[in-house]
């Protein structure tokens, strides 16, 4: 059964800061894994999509890397703004079924 | 990508009631999802929403708690039955297709009393 482990529950950085987000899988056997964007009380916003053959994505100051030997994968925020602050999901793909599996988020508040 | 409307935003509902959230897209879609994501929590898959066909859930979810209907390729509801505070959650619909990206419509933020 997959599991999806995001590393840390809450962060908390001042403007400016580059920082990483963290996710982790115990199956390796995945199809693709995307990242999210929660505010509060709101959807998801979908960020970046990454294909199992795909080793990273980039959109903007975001940046999403993939190590599906190690089930590993990387969310890259540069220059971090107070705008930023919001709940960070990632989710795997992990069956031809279209089914997201999603770990528990990073919440991040960025500081003026 | 998709634009996904789901009605109501948010409802408060007495126990034993049902509720039944409508989710539309601006496209035909492949695939149709319902997630709750409880207090606190993240996202749980309830069920896929089969066009033509009786829904796909999810083990914890049953059919008689959370009937789904989706009769076209651009519109589902859930209906959430003999609703309990448990219940309280925000509700989810989410389209896409295998392989491409999901997206995710407003939530129906539901609490029951």
């Known amino acids: 059964k997959q599991e999806v482990t995001q590393i840390p529950a809450a962060l908390s950085v001042p403007e400016g800061e580059n920082l990483v987000l963290n996710c982790s899988f115990t199956?390796?056997?995945?199809?693709?894994l995307q990242w999210f964007r929660q505010d509060p009380g709101k959807g998801l916003t979908s960020l970046l999509l990454?294909?199992?053959?795909?080793r990273e994505q980039t959109s903007g100051r975001l940046n999403a890397s993939l190590d599906k030997s190690s089930g590993r994968s990387t969310l890259y925020i540069a220059a971090s703004q107070p705008g930023d602050s919001a709940t960070y999901l990632c989710?795997?793909?992990?069956?031809?079924?279209?089914?997201?599996?999603f770990g528990q988020g990073t919440t991040l508040q960025v500081k003026p | 990508s998709a634009v996904i409307s789901q009605k109501p935003s948010r409802d408060i509902c007495q126990r034993g009631t049902s509720l039944t959230i409508q989710c539309q897209v601006d496209?035909?879609?492949?695939?149709m999802f319902w997630y709750r994501q409880q207090p606190g929590q993240s996202l749980t898959l309830i069920a896929t929403?089969?066009?033509?066909?009786?829904?796909?859930?999810e083990s914890g979810f049953v059919i008689d708690k959370f009937p789904i209907s989706r009769p076209n390729l651009t519109f589902s509801t859930l209906t959430v039955s003999n609703m309990s505070p448990e219940d309280s959650s925000i509700y989810l619909c989410?389209?896409?297709?295998?392989?491409?990206?999901?997206?995710f419509g407003p939530g129906t933020r539901l609490t029951v009393l």
């Open positions: 990454i294909q199992s053959s795909q």
């Open positions: 989410s389209v896409g297709a295998t392989r491409t990206e999901q997206f």
């Open positions: 199956d390796s056997a995945i199809y693709n």
């Open positions: 989710a795997v793909g992990s069956s031809n079924t279209g089914k997201l599996i």
């Open positions: 496209s035909q879609v492949t695939m």
């Open positions: 929403a089969n066009q033509g066909s009786e829904a796909t859930y």
